[in-house]
Each structure stands twice: as structure tokens, then as C-alpha cells.
């Protein structure tokens, strides 16, 4: 049996696949290894993942549902040439970006919504299929003041179009659980960082611009909080998730929704501080309005996640930003770990 992760070339993707791996699991990972940023980066974590007799790759476009139900039905049974048949799958991959989806909306219907119903459409033909995880975002809590967010508040209030995209990936993924009792836990990650981290995010540009001695950008004034959660806890999270599909009772939908993130909000100037402190140099900062789409605050209720599948995130920025930096010197210095 084998695992399809899909986005398997992107941060998170690459990282779920490793752990698959190292456990013995055959993967077969999906990925359209678009240009949004740097498809070096990419590249080279496909590279690290190639490795691996256990791990097949496709590339993919989930947008091309008729291409993608054809090539992975090569996945569909037992003997089948590379990992196997196909019966869980991890849906990793999206368009993302808060800021990117104000300029660009079209990507984000493509990627997140159609990309999503391939991979539910996939789900319902394969035979023997047991479990599909999918990622969602705390972006879909929007307006939401009260904190911490739990899963039980109102998701009705996007405040980007990459949000309102994920709240409907949940309404179609809810559909499906009951027309087609297709098992599946939705996941809700909280600002994911660490090695192999995106270029377009907080981190990497601080990081960058810092070591080159120019002004970071710092929004609201720098008056803004997030619950930063290393990507390590998040994959333990994910595959705590995988190994534990809902049951079907007949009644419910067999559906779930999780937060997964680190349960601590941090402000930005904390961030701010302890990058400094890794990097050894002192930040110039750029003050600038809050951004469209942005949220002010988030923080992860995880008591549901906690109890059911055991998840306990143990790695706090002070531990997790500075893994960040060496890992990023080695991306620079053209031999990173893997």
C-alpha cells in the first residue's frame, strides 16, 4: 500500500514525505513544481526525496483532473508498477499566499478549489480507500476576535480570498464525507516555519534582508501576533491524523476538523528578537500598514487535537527559529541539510 502526498516538492510536502519514508511507507508525491517562488528550492527537495526506492513523483497539475485520475490510476491496485495501490492520501498542495491571492485570484480557484475536488474525485475511485488528510488554514477564522480559535467558532468571515477558498475546500470535503462516506480529517495549520521554509514568507525575507543589511518590512507597525509552529511538530501532527481516520457510524459524516498549531501566540518583535539573536546582527526595520487580507492576530485552540490524537507541539521559537538560520546559511552556502 502506498501513500499519496500531494504538493510533495512544497515546505510541508516534502517534509510529511520524509517522515512517511523513514518509517517505512512507500509514497507516491504529486506536485505541479509552480513557479510562484523559486523552483530550485523545489527541485532540490524532490532531489532529497528521490533518494528513496520507496518514493515515486509525478508531476502533476490537480487543475487537469482528467490527467491526474488517469496517471495515478497506474496506483489503483495491488502489483502495480512503482509504490503500490494507493489507499491514503495527504492533500498538501495549494496556491498559498494571503497577499498573492489579492492580485492573482484565479490561481487560487484553480489550485484550491479545482485542485480539491480531483483529489476527492480520486478518493471515491480508489478501491479500498481508507483515509484522506487535507490541509486547511487558520486563515479561514477571518474577523474572528475571540481567542484562542477554536474549531467550534464561526468560520463565515474570510478576509482573503485564499481563506474563503479553504473554508469551501471544508464544505466540499463535508459533501463528500456524506455522499461518499470518504473518511477525512481537516487540518488547520498555524503559520508553519522552519528548514526548507517558503521564500515568501516572514522568516526567510527577515532573513535575507538582515544578512544584507536592508530594512525588513514589518506590518501594523509591528504590532501583530501569530502562533509560529515548526514544521516538525506539524508533520507528527499530520501522521497522528492519518493513522487515526474517523469511523463511520452511519450517522455523521465520517469527517473531522482539527487546529494544528503551537498553541502560543507570539508577538512580531519577539520573532524579531530572536532571529537577531541567531543571526548575530541587528534588524532595520521598516514599519508599514496592516496589508490586505491580513489578520491581526491567531492562536490555536488544540485541546480537540490533543485529546483525540495525542498531538503536544514541543518546540518553541527560541529553539525553532534558529534551527530556521542554520539550515537557510547551508541553503546559502549551496549544501543544505536535508
Known sequence: MAVLVTGAAGFIGYHVCNALLARGESVVGVDNLSD???????????AVLEAHAAFAFH???LADHERVLATLGAHR????????????????AAQAGVRYSVDHPFAYVQANLV??????????????????VYASSSSVYGANTAMPFSVAD?????????????????????????????????LRFFTVYGPWGRPDMALWIFCEKIL???????????DMKRDYTFVADIVAGVIAALDRPP???????????????????????????????????????DPQP???GDVYETFADIDDIRADLGYEPTTPIDVGIPAFVDWYRSWLAGSPTP
Open 36 to 46: 510562484y517562488y523559486d523552483v530550485r528550492l523545489k527541485r532540490a527537495r524532490l
Open 59 to 61: 508531476a502533476l497539475d
Open 77 to 92: 491496485s495491488v502489483g502495480a508498477a512503482g509504490p503500490g495501490r494507493i489507499d491514503r492520501v495527504i492533500h498538501l
Open 115 to 132: 485542485g480539491h475536488v480531483a483529489v476527492l474525485e480520486l478518493c471515491r475511485r480508489l478501491p479500498g480507500f481508507v483515509h484522506l
Open 154 to 186: 464561526r468560520t463565515d468571515t474570510p478576509l482573503s480570498l485564499y481563506a474563503a477558498t479553504k473554508k469551501a475546500d471544508e464544505l466540499m470535503s463535508h459533501s463528500y464525507a456524506h455522499l461518499y462516506r470518504i473518511p477525512q480529517t481537516g
Open 212 to 222: 544584507a543589511g536592508e530594512p525588513i518590512p514589518v506590518f501594523n507597525h509591528g
Open 247 to 285: 469511523v463511520d457510524t452511519g450517522d455523521a459524516p465520517p469527517q473531522r476538523l482539527y487546529n494544528i498549531g503551537n498553541h502560543r501566540s507570539e508577538t512580531l518583535t519577539r520573532l524579531i528578537g530572536v532571529l537577531e539573536a541567531a543571526l548575530g546582527r541587528e534588524a532595520i526595520l
Open 290 to 292: 496592516m496589508q490586505p
